[in-house]
């Protein structure tokens, strides 16, 4: 059983930058691809950032590219996604997953676990 929290939400104005994190209780996390997901009001969870298991891979949604950063720290069980330059369109709740895989998968029905959520406003 894999448990997350994420962290670090909250109201800034746009251009701000924002820290997520995701900790996770569980004892070979570096077995697990961990993405990050979004879902705004009315719109599906889409998946805006995954780091391989190791770290050497990522991917991003193609309009988070160059503003969006993840990055993981196996010794400490978390995974983090640096936001800078953020925009009232980022506006959602954000969500870490994690699956047993060797790849970052796109899709949400693809993780087995998930975190509660954190919410991002972006003021214009």
């Known amino acids: 059983q894999v448990q997350l929290v994420e962290s670090g939400g909250g109201l800034v104005q746009a251009g701000d930058p924002l820290r997520l994190s995701c900790a996770a209780s569980?004892?070979?996390?570096?077995?697990?691809?961990i993405a990050w997901f979004r879902q705004a009001p009315g719109k599906e969870r889409e998946c805006v950032a995954g780091?391989?298991?190791?770290?050497?891979?990522?991917y991003y949604l193609d309009s988070v590219k160059g503003r969006f950063t993840i990055s993981r720290d196996n010794a400490k069980n978390t995974v983090y996604l640096q936001m800078n330059s953020l925009k009232p369109e980022d506006t959602a709740v954000y969500y870490c997953?994690?699956?047993?895989?060797?790849?970052?998968?796109?899709?949400?029905?693809?993780?087995?676990?998930w975190g509660q959520g954190t919410q991002v406003t972006v003021s214009s």
């Open positions: 569980v004892q070979s996390f570096s077995r697990y691809v």
């Open positions: 997953a994690a699956d047993f895989n060797t790849v970052v998968a796109l899709r949400a029905y693809e993780y087995d676990y």
């Open positions: 780091i391989t298991r190791s770290g050497s891979g990522t």
